[in-house]
């Protein structure tokens, strides 16, 4: 195996989708370790599961910035020692601009919870629910200067059911969210997408088919 990409994940909150990143990373054909864990709000649950994992932390409080471009370059120093190859976003609640998107060329990532491009933004599971569609589910996506608008990495599908709420439904998405990110960072860290207009096109890893690859939740 080549030389393990860096990740850099970002949060604000509790971190179920970092803890995946970790997992993943701990298993020694993963191609891709989280080299640091950055938060915008003190004291998440997400940051105790970097300590725990013996991952340094760091954190960059948005309100003392006057801008998005100055909270940008405070990110970008923060990140630096670090030498992240690979920024996750994992329930990071900020946008982010173009400097900080091309410091980084192999990729800034998103999982969202809902099959864009429908149901962009916040509450994604509650405008499923409210549409009352019967398939939702979660993305990943690199990440442009739009919100949740970049291209479609690798996507899982989740059956709506009739007795749906939206915490039973964000609980269903989220355990396919967890299989999902690791698989979709593999893709990524391991060079196998490339670009065809809009599109990403690639291979699966040797060791899992297509389908199973590009979509989980129904392989
Ligand atoms: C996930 O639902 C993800 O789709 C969204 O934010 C949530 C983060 O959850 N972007 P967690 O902090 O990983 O548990």
Redesign the pocket.
């Given at each position: 195996m080549t030389a393990r990409r860096t990740l850099a994940v970002l949060?604000?909150?509790?971190?179920?989708?970092?803890?995946?990143l970790l997992d993943a990373s701990a298993g020694a054909d993963f191609p891709a370790r989280v080299g640091v864990v950055l938060s915008n709000v003190p004291g998440v649950?997400?940051l105790e599961r970097a300590r725990a994992a013996g991952v340094p932390t760091v954190i960059v409080p948005h309100q003392s910035f006057p801008g998005r471009a100055a909270y940008d370059a405070a990110l970008l120093a923060a990140l630096a020692p670090y030498r992240p190859d690979i920024v996750c976003?994992?329930?990071?609640m900020r946008l982010l601009g173009g400097d900080f998107l091309r410091a980084f060329p192999a990729g800034v990532l998103?999982?969202?919870?809902a099959l864009l491009p429908s149901f962009p933004g916040l509450h994604?599971?509650r405008q499923a629910l409210t549409h009352g569609v019967k398939v939702s589910g979660?993305t990943v996506h690199l990440v442009d200067e739009g919100t949740d608008t970049g291209p479609i990495v690798a996507q899982a599908a989740v059956p709506v059911l009739d007795g749906d709420t939206e915490e039973s439904l964000?609980a269903r998405?989220?355990s396919e969210?967890h299989r999902l990110y690791p698989l979709a960072v593999r893709l990524v860290a391991e060079g196998r997408l490339r670009r065809d207009g809009r599109r990403l096109v690639g291979g699966p890893a040797p060791d899992a088919p297509g389908q199973a690859l590009r979509n989980p939740g129904t392989g």
């Open positions: 949060v604000s909150g509790s971190g179920t989708n970092l803890q995946a649950l997400a976003l994992a329930g990071f998103n999982i969202h919870p994604g599971v979660c964000a998405i989220r969210e």
